[in-house]
């Protein structure tokens, strides 16, 4: 990490699998202490935290659902009690709820807002407060390319993806002055639990669209977020990296 300086604190949200576990072993590779949150499956996030101990950095697993305010202050408290300083939130943890705009029930849109939109605005409040003081930190949000597409069936899940891409900019003007940068990702189809779930005729479709000919892999964004939380991207805010393969050319 940059020079021999202290140890930054990074927290990725849903790092037990997928992205955010790709963002939690390429931060912890690149010198970060990690902090491992999870929702449900404690046997993943332990498998990360041995992950990162093992490439030589400290690591802790952290249970919280992060759509819900008070444990996600819980969470904070904890990290925080742990380490003594947080650096670095990586909001990651996401749901799709793919439905023809006809068929949404109240209940999936409910869900998909309260995680994608509500979990991540309560997160960055939360971290902010703990680095407002020390007048610097990095936010980084998982957006999608489904906020730039128009993907049928994703009207719930692209809104939100939306909402990420104008909170970024938004926090990203408001905590400048602070030196919290706030930057977001925006993967297009990405190797995970989340896409393998796709029908198979339905993938071969997609692949055919990417410039690149293939789906990312989950190690191609972490690379990406780790560089975007280091000193090497001192002076980038507000932006919204898009990661795709082409796709959305
Ligand atoms: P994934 O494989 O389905 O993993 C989801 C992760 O989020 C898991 O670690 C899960 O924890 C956690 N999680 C779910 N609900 C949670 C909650 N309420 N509180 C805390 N953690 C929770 O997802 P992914 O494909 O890696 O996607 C990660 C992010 O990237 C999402 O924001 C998604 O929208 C975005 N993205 C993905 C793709 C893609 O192609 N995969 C493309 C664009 C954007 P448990 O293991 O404990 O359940």
């Known amino acids: 990490m940059e020079g021999n300086q202290e140890i930054k604190v990074a927290l990725v949200t849903g790092a037990s699998r997928g992205i955010g576990r790709a963002c939690a072993i390429a931060l912890g590779k690149a010198g970060f202490t990690v902090a491992v949150n999870y929702n449900s499956n404690e046997a993943a996030a332990d498998e990360v935290v041995n992950i990162i101990k093992e490439a030589g950095s400290d690591a802790m697993k952290v249970k919280a659902n992060v759509a819900d305010l008070n444990e996600v202050k819980a969470m904070m408290r904890e990290v925080t009690k742990t380490y003594g300083r947080l650096d670095v939130l990586v909001n990651n943890a996401g749901i799709v709820q793919d439905e023809f705009v006809l068929m949404m029930t109240p209940d999936a849109i409910d869900k998909c807002l309260d995680l994608n939109i509500k979990g991540y605005l309560y997160c960055s409040q939360q971290a902010a407060l703990k680095m407002f003081s020390k007048k610097k930190g990095c936010i980084i949000n998982m957006s999608s390319v489904s906020s730039k ?15 990420v891409n104008s909170m970024t900019a938004t926090m990203a003007k408001e905590l400048a002055p602070y030196g919290i940068r706030v930057n977001a990702v925006a993967p297009g189809f990405i190797a995970t639990d989340m896409v393998d779930k796709l029908p198979e005729d339905k993938k071969a479709q997609y692949i055919d669209e990417i410039p690149l000919k293939r789906f990312g892999r989950p190690e191609e964004i972490g690379d990406v977020v780790a560089m975007l939380a280091s000193d090497a991207c001192s002076y980038l805010t507000g932006q919204v990296i898009v990661l795709d393969g082409g796709l959305s050319l």
């Open 149 to 163: 597409l128009a993907v049928p069936g994703q009207s719930v899940y692209s809104s939100t993806k939306g909402a």
